[in-house]
């Protein structure tokens, strides 16, 4: 199974995914270049934090238009997972791959500190070694991460199962006080509905070794290796029958 990780002009998260993923995970993983469309053989791509094109005129809205995307699109609709970290998250909601609106934290300020999260479906490719429930402490650090969503349509997300953390305090209790910046619903991340595409806030990628203060997200990275490799055996299964 192979990773690959997308370096936008002004990523800077890039480097600590391919780290993660491949020095603390022990994974394949390779870079992919923006404006290339060949995903290089890739099992699970990886939109990583940063400031993509200086974020200008919005966050995200310059590198939806990366070659690069075209392919990823292909790609998600010919059964590929993909995961959207913080600058991201906001790439796959400006491409429509995710819907929903990420506006200035509500303090207007840059956030960079620890948060807890709930995990609030663990039936998905993203969450698939986590239990409901599950805590899971991973910093965020951003100034655009207010997510937004009007009300029928973050119910519909409710109800189909697509919101996957909510920001919580260390017991799991979902209250505003935890709401780091002003998240409808609390709301740190989510699904497509057909379960290909996952953006979050937070970042699971500095939260992979104990030096960091925590190693909950490798949860995250290793339940997409986990869900593909079950479903290779089934389908080898499947086969031999």
Known sequence: MRFGVVVFPGSNCDYDCF??????????????WHGDSDLQGCD??????????????????????????????????????????????????????LRGALLPNRNGRFICRYVHLRVENANTPFTYLCTPGEVLRVPVAHYQGNFFLPQEELKRLEERGQILFRYCGPSGEVDERYNPNGSVGNVAGIA????????????????CEELLGSTDGRKIFLSIAAWLEERAKCRLQTLRE
Request: charged share 20%; with cysteine.
């Open 192 to 207: 497509s509905s057909d379960f290909r595409v996952m953006g979050m806030m937070p970042h699971p990628e500095r939260a």
């Open 19 to 32: 780290y993660a993923l491949r020095d603390v995970l022990k994974q394949d993983v390779v870079f992919l």
């Open 44 to 97: 699970y791509v990886v939109l990583p934090g940063g400031f993509s094109y200086g974020d200008y005129l919005r966050a995200g809205a310059i590198a939806r238009f990366s070659p690069i995307m075209e392919a990823i699109r292909d790609f998600v609709s010919q059964g590929g997972i993909v995961v959207g970290i913080c600058n991201g998250f906001q790439i796959l909601l400006e491409s429509g791959l």
